[in-house]
């Protein structure tokens, strides 16, 4: 199913690039503490997480006890590589022609024969599945 398209601003981006690197739910304390460099105020993490929430970026994961209260948790709703494709699939004017001259340039930017190979496998099994 594709997700309706959505665009992360600067700090929404900066807390994505933490929850995908962790790899793990975090709570808001948690977010704050792992992100010191953040250009966001520490304020503002409801805002950016409600905002997140309805993008469709994130989940609420579960719930953590977070001194006498209770703490949503965070994960992410799609990989940095779903991100990306999003951001490239809304971009205007992109249709079959330009996607694979895009393929190619994203392609003649892989310097390592595995990952080529790995390129070649995921082709190979799209065509069976369009057959």
């Known amino acids: 199913m594709k997700r309706p398209y959505f665009k992360l601003t600067k ?4 807390i994505m690039d933490l929850l995908w690197k962790e790899k793990r739910p975090l ?12 250009s966001w105020k520490a ?6 997480l409600n905002s997140m929430l309805e993008k469709g970026a994130v ?7 977070s001194t006498k209260n209770y703490a949503r948790t965070f994960l992410p709703e799609l990989t940095l590589e779903e991100y990306a494709v999003m ?10 022609c330009r996607l694979v001259g895009l393929t190619a340039a994203l392609i003649g930017e892989i310097d ?8 070649e496998q995921a082709i190979q099994e799209k065509k069976q599945q369009l057959s």
């Open 11 to 14: 700090s929404e981006m900066e």
């Open 27 to 38: 709570c808001r304390s948690e977010i704050i503490a792992l992100s010191p460099d953040r």
């Open 43 to 48: 304020g503002s993490i409801h805002i950016l």
């Open 59 to 65: 989940q609420v994961a579960g719930f953590v006890q």
């Open 87 to 96: 951001q490239i699939q809304g971009t205007r004017g992109l249709d079959g």
């Open 112 to 119: 390592d024969r595995e990952t080529l190979e790995r390129l």
